[in-house]
């Protein structure tokens, strides 16, 4: 459903786009062509990608909240989070993708594109308090955070730490707790992402 939603938005804001000019969009006649639909590859499977960047010329023409999608979607589209199942992007990086899309969410509850941000918003909530398959959060071997994402994570608490964001408080307790365990994934660790963070 999403992707025929952002095949659907992309045609559409090339038709816009045509209506403003009499020579036919090169992006319509070869759909692949240029930089609107790059190639992308990953575990052997190729795959188009929506470079939304491109789309932000139409930010005149759009309602607000399609603007901020629109906006989401092209830090996504210009970096993925993710490639083959391991992260590709810093974990504060991480956090303040999901505070735009916790932001989102509560400022457009009934926007169409609400859900596509929060099936997103949950996907990333996950990866800050487990990681990806292919980098997980605590380490194999010592059952520890990785230092990068406890030195990220603290950074982002301390910029945050009047915030009353639910994501924001979460991290602050999961910290918190982090902390006096020696920063392993203990029993009560695990016991306290069961409960707050449930994997499904």
Known sequence: MLLLFNVWLCCTLLYLNEQRSPQVHPDLETPFSGSSFPLETS??????????????????DITADIRRYIDIMATESGQPATKDAALHI???????????????????????????????????????????????????????????????????????????????????????????NGDKRTPQVSAWLKKNVPAN
């Open 90 to 180: 810093g974990y504060q990086q991480l956090a303040g993708r999901v505070l735009a899309q916790e932001s989102f969410i509560t400022q457009y509850p009934h926007s169409n594109r609400t859900q596509a941000v929060k099936s997103l918003h949950d996907l990333y909530f996950f990866y800050t308090f487990y990681g990806t398959n292919n980098t997980p959060l605590f380490d194999d071997d010592t059952g520890k955070i990785r230092p990068n994402a406890k030195k990220g994570y603290q950074l982002v608490v301390q910029r945050n730490r009047d915030s009353k964001s639910t994501y924001i408080q979460k991290l602050k307790a999961f910290m918190t707790l982090l902390d006096q």
């Open 43 to 60: 575990e052997g499977m190729f795959y188009p990608v929506i470079n939304y960047e491109k789309y932000k010329v139409f930010g005149n």
